[in-house]
């Protein structure tokens, strides 16, 4: 992924006509722009900021059919989800892994309860099962969780789901795009539509943010995948258009593993204001989370709120021997769930279906909202589809069912280098030429210079923002050792892209502001 060279080859090709634009460069558009190119379409993405920049990198990191929907009795979003997991634990081995859960039970009705429900949960996975669901004792319990504490403990039930890494995700499919002759690019925005005589959507007017140069881009299907933006673009195309999004706030805090001291995550089905909490073990730390709170305003950085970090903290507080408290906190990281609104009830998220909606407008704008990370395959299918059904596009099957994300053949030294996909070599080819880069940043994180050289050579960041929230999970992971690095990361970025030393302190200024809404 090479944006000079993106940005040239849409210049020399601007006069043709594309298949598809998709605006947003979240899960939903990366994973129709796959589903697309694999299709056979030409295919441009365009993203104002970074790839999963907005909801896309602040996910609870689950790849999972949903415990909670099947206690709402939405079996067949459950069924739908569970199918999607298998296929992504499949095709993304390097990304994705399969993680045990315990629930800790206080009571026989909870025992019946979950352990019945769990079963229906594996029943419904079939033959993508990642494992049997079963009630522990309470002596096995507190072996798999040594600090939940112990008091009024019954026992446990096991139940597995996917994990994975959400925004290195996104950058995986961002470059399985480029691969088959898509474009994507970050740091372009859609400022409006462009329409033809008859009313009827042609193309996009989009900025690229690093030039300024505008330019008309035409394209036979617009799709509008831009999370909770997407009514924005529902007004560049009708401005009366009514609001068809009802943003909730979900907050996560990252903590020690010593906080926990298992490989086991711990799923609490029912905390004070009716949500699940998760505490999730993620590359040496736990997440922990979520909230679920209305809002009536979108930001690309919404920020945490008090209530939201102490409700996570007293909830956590609550089952372990060692309390967390706020000191303890190495991130604190808030995303938008881009919920459809439910006309009936516009104020409701608990209860609004987390299931995405697909509509056409009369101009044949194609908008696809809501939904979960989880499901962005087959959302993307069924969305072309929708294209392919209204006469926009002509008939070609999906592909994306059996297409691996990862592809790599040679075997890595070191393992964890493989959520760099395919090249993830090329790595170990710049330390072993120059051992000194094999150092790690920070003793804290486990990223080398190295990696940063490379991501820079290959994943198109444009700022350490990218880098150290998005390509790295540095940020996300432990925000004051990202600060102590992030001078180094500059310093390797300045050197790899061409940019100078202003460049890098300008950087510095905007990293560090930043990072207060993380702290
Ligand atoms: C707290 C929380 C936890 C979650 N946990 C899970 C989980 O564990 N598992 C799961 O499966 N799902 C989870 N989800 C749901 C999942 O994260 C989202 O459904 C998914 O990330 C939404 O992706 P998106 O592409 O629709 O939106 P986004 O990721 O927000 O992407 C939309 C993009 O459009 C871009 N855009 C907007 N306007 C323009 C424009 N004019 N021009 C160009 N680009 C534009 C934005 O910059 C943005 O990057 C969670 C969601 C939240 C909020």
Same mark, same amino acid.
Not at 241 to 270: D, W
Not at 278 to 299: H, Q
């Given at each position: /992924? ?28 990366? &994973? ?9 379409? %030409? ?29 709402? &009795? ?36 909870? !025992? ?12 419904? @996975? ?43 995700m996104a950058i995986s499919i961002a ?15 859609? $400022?409006?539509?462009? %329409? ?39 007004? /560049? ?29 711990? /799923?609490?089905?029912? $905390? ?6 998760? @505490? ?13 709170? +209305?809002?009536?305003?979108?930001? /690309?950085? +919404? ?8 409700? !996570? ?20 990281? @808030?995303?938008?769930?881009?919920? @459809? ?22 101009s044949k704008l194609l908008s696809i909202? &809501? ?17 392919? %059904? ?96 992030? +001078? ?32």
């Amino acid at each position: /992924m090479n944006r000079e060279k993106l940005v040239a080859e849409l210049q020399h090709d601007i006069k043709n006509i594309r298949d598809i634009i998709i605006i947003g460069g979240g899960a939903t558009g990366l &994973g129709l722009a796959l589903d697309a190119v694999t299709r056979g379409y %030409k295919t441009l993405l365009l993203e104002q900021s970074d790839f999963a920049k907005g909801t896309s990198s602040r996910s609870t990191k689950l790849i999972h059919g949903g415990v909670r929907y099947l206690a709402q &009795g939405d079996v067949l979003l459950v069924k739908e989800a569970l199918h999607e997991r298998g296929m992504i634990l499949k095709n993304a081995p390097h990304l994705t892994a399969n993680q045990e859960f315990v629930i800790p039970a206080y009571s026989l009705w909870d !025992i019946i309860l979950y352990t019945t429900g769990l079963k229906f949960y594996d029943i419904l @996975a079939g033959r993508l099962s990642l494992g049997k669901s079963c009630f522990i004792n309470r002596s096995e319990t507190l072996k798999r969780l040594p600090l939940l504490k112990p008091e009024g403990l019954k026992g446990g039930i096991v139940y597995h789901d996917g994990q994975f890494d959400d925004s290195r995700m996104a950058i995986s499919i961002a470059q399985a795009c480029t691969d088959n002759g898509g474009i994507v690019l970050n740091y372009f925005k859609v $400022t409006a539509l462009l %329409k033809d005589g008859n009313g009827i959507i042609n193309g996009v007017r989009a900025r690229d943010l690093e030039t300024g140069n505008e330019f008309d881009l035409n394209s036979r299907l617009v799709i509008n995948a831009a999370g909770v933006f997407a009514d924005e673009i529902h007004r /560049m195309d009708n401005p009366g258009s009514k609001p068809t999004i009802r943003p909730s706030q979900g907050v996560h805090i990252v903590l020690e593993n010593s906080f926990f001291q298992s490989r086991s995550a711990i /799923m609490i089905p029912k $905390t004070d204001d009716g949500r699940v909490l998760f @505490a999730i073990p993620w590359y040496g730390n736990v997440v922990v989370g979520t909230t679920d709170t +209305p809002l009536d305003e979108i930001s /690309m950085e +919404p920020k945490a709120l008090d209530s939201e970090i102490n409700f !996570i903290l007293d909830t956590a507080g609550r089952y372990l021997t060692n309390p967390p408290s706020r000191a303890d906190v190495k991130c604190v990281f @808030a995303g938008l769930r881009p919920l @459809a609104a439910n006309p009936e009830n516009p104020s409701a998220t608990k209860e609004v279906s987390r299931r995405h909606k697909i509509t056409l407008s009369e101009s044949k704008l194609l908008s696809i909202i &809501g939904g979960k990370w989880t499901s962005y395959r087959r959302m993307a299918e069924e969305t072309i589809d929708k294209g392919i %059904k209204a006469g926009i596009l002509e008939s070609r099957k999906c592909q994306t069912r059996d297409f691996s994300l990862y592809r790599n053949k040679t075997s890595l030294n070191t393992e964890r280098l493989k959520i760099y996909g395919d090249k993830a070599c090329e790595i170990e080819k710049i330390i072993s030429d120059q051992p000194s880069l094999g150092e790690l940043l920070h003793p804290r994180l486990a990223y080398t210079k190295a990696e940063i050289i490379w991501i820079c050579r290959n994943e198109m960041p444009r700022n350490i923002e990218d880098v150290l929230a998005r390509r790295t999970r540095a940020l996300f992971l432990d925000v004051r050792a990202s600060i102590k690095i992030a +001078p180094e990361v500059a310093a390797i970025m300045s050197a790899e892209l061409g940019f100078d030393k202003s460049w890098e302190q300008k950087q510095l200024d905007e990293y560090n502001r930043l990072v207060i809404n993380y702290l």
